[in-house]
């Protein structure tokens, strides 16, 4: 029911149906190429990100996670994003890939943490610059690559807990990086 409520609060009023008293507001769509200003979206399921699709910019921040009922594992609604103003949270998904972010051009900063089964960064070489990025905890992430096209992180780099990590090699273009945080990656081989 909160989820209903929050989402309700985020969508604009034309993408809203069935609301009353005693029947919550559903979300119905998908609405193609569209637009959120000032939003933070929260999804917990499949079905919830499902309702995304056709969203190309979204000025705030976009937090992915799972629930065991209907798990994320798909991220091609999100195929059209180009822009998040704020963090983009990847967290606790049964994804492998995050291939359809290959739009995905500009966000201030990322968050992939706690997804077992994420093999690759592949699906964000398009983006440039970012603020921080996070990389944590992901079980089967054997390297970075994927991330080719960052250039600069003006905050931090924060890599922890990714047991399979063997290689920085995506990250060979940073020219820029205030810190660089690695902890807790026993497979890693180097630094270059």
Same mark, same amino acid.
């Given at each position: ?10 969508? @604009? ?6 609301? #009353? ?13 569209? =637009? &959120? ?14 309702? &995304? +699709? ?16 209907? @798990? ?8 059209? !994003? ?6 983009? %949270?990847?967290?606790?998904? =049964? ?5 359809? !972010? ?6 201030? /900063?990322? $968050?992939?943490? +706690?997804? @077992? ?20 905890? =992901?079980?089967?992430? %054997? #390297? ?5 096209? !960052? ?6 780099? $924060?890599?922890?807990? =990714?047991?399979?990590?063997? %290689? ?21 081989? #180097?630094? /270059?």
């Amino acid at each position: 029911m909160l989820r209903h409520l929050f989402l309700v609060a985020v969508f @604009p009023a034309f993408l809203l149906a069935g609301c #009353s008293d005693d029947d919550p507001c559903e979300i119905v769509g998908p609405v193609p190429e569209w =637009n &959120l200003t000032g939003a933070e979206i929260l999804t917990y399921t499949q079905s919830d990100l499902d309702q &995304l +699709a056709g969203l190309t910019d979204l000025e705030g921040s976009l937090y992915v996670s799972s629930s065991s009922e209907d @798990p994320v594992v798909d991220l091609s609604p999100l195929a059209s !994003l180009r822009t998040v103003s704020g963090q983009l %949270t990847i967290r606790g998904t =049964n994804l492998s890939s995050l291939a359809s !972010l290959g739009n995905l051009e500009r966000l201030s /900063a990322l $968050h992939v943490y +706690a997804n @077992p089964p994420l093999e690759s960064l592949e699906g964000l070489g398009g983006i440039a610059e970012l603020d921080f990025l996070d990389v944590e905890s =992901n079980e089967s992430l %054997t #390297s970075l690559d994927g991330l080719d096209g !960052l250039q600069a992180v003006a905050g931090s780099i $924060h890599l922890q807990n =990714n047991d399979q990590l063997r %290689t920085l090699d995506g990250l060979a273009g940073v020219r820029e990086c205030a810190s660089l945080w690695i902890e807790n990656c026993p497979q890693l081989e #180097s630094l /270059a």
